[in-house]
C-alpha cells in the first residue's frame, strides 16, 4: 500500500518455493497445522483493515524478481483459496469437490488473467496460431486466441466464430485451465486436434 516493490517469493521462486512444501526441521505435524491456522489469522486481519479502494491497487514486483505479473491487490485472496480448494483436492482429505463459490469467482478471474500471464513458469508450445471458444454450460463463454507469445482472452457469445470449441461445465473449464482433472470431459468440436491443444498453449498455472 506504500507503493514499495514487493515479491511473491522474496528469495526467488526456485530457491523458496520447495522450502514452503515441507515442514521445518524438527516442526512436528501439529505445529505444521498451528502455524497454518497463525499465520492465516494475521493475514485475514491484515485484509480486514483495508478499504474497498486498496483492493484495486496493483501488486509491483520487482524488475528482477517477477512472478505473477500484473496484479491488483483484490485478485490476492483468489489465488490463496484456490491454494485451499485444489490443493485439498490433490490431497485427497475428503474435503469433496471444488465450491460453487470457488468456480463461479475464479473462472472469470482465470479467463482473464491468461491475457497477461500464460503459464506459471512452464513450457508451452509458441507455434500454435488459433482460437479456442470455451463454452460453459452453466456460466461464461470466452474466446481464446494465440498467436505465438500473442494471447486474447474475452467474452463472447456461443455463435462465436473459433477454430476449436471446447464445451464443459464452468468447473470443468476451470480443470482445463488449472490444469487438473475433469469430473466429466470437455466436448471437442471444429478442428478436434487443435483443441485438444489447448492445454499445450496453456498448461495451467
Known amino acids: 500500500m506504500a507503493g514499495q516493490a514487493v515479491a511473491y517469493y522474496p ?29 492465516s489469522e494475521e493475514l485475514y486481519q491484515l485484509w480486514s483493515e483495508l478499504d474497498q479502494g486498496a483492493w484495486g491497487v496493483d501488486v509491483l ?28 483436492t490433490d490431497l485427497r482429505l475428503n474435503l469433496g469437490d471444488w465450491s460453487k463459490l470457488f468456480i463461479d469467482i475464479v473462472l472469470p478471474m482465470r479467463l482473464s488473467w491468461l491475457n497477461v500471464r500464460r503459464a506459471n513458469h512452464r513450457a508451452f508450445d509458441t507455434d500454435l496460431k488459433g482460437s479456442w471458444l470455451l463454452v460453459a454450460t452453466d456460466g461464461p463463454t470466452h474466446l481464446v486466441s494465440v498467436d505465438g507469445l500473442r494471447v486474447e482472452s474475452r467474452p463472447a457469445s456461443r455463435d462465436s466464430q473459433a477454430r476449436a470449441v471446447i464445451e464443459a461445465t464452468s468447473r470443468d473449464l476451470l480443470a482445463l485451465l488449472l490444469g487438473r482433472p475433469f469430473l466429466v470431459p470437455p466436448a471437442i468440436g471444429g478442428d478436434v486436434a487443435f483443441g485438444r491443444s489447448f492445454s499445450q498453449a496453456f498448461p495451467g498455472p
Open 61 to 88: 514486483e520487482p524488475p528482477e524478481n517477477r512472478d505473477l505479473g500484473p496484479i491488483p491487490l483484490g485478485r490476492l485472496p483468489l489465488l490463496r483459496l484456490t491454494e485451499v480448494e485444489v490443493h485439498g
Open 11 to 39: 528469495e526467488g521462486r526456485d530457491r523458496q518455493r520447495p522450502r514452503t512444501l515441507e515442514p521445518l526441521p524438527d516442526e512436528s505435524p501439529g505445529e505444521v497445522v498451528e502455524s497454518l491456522a497463525l499465520l
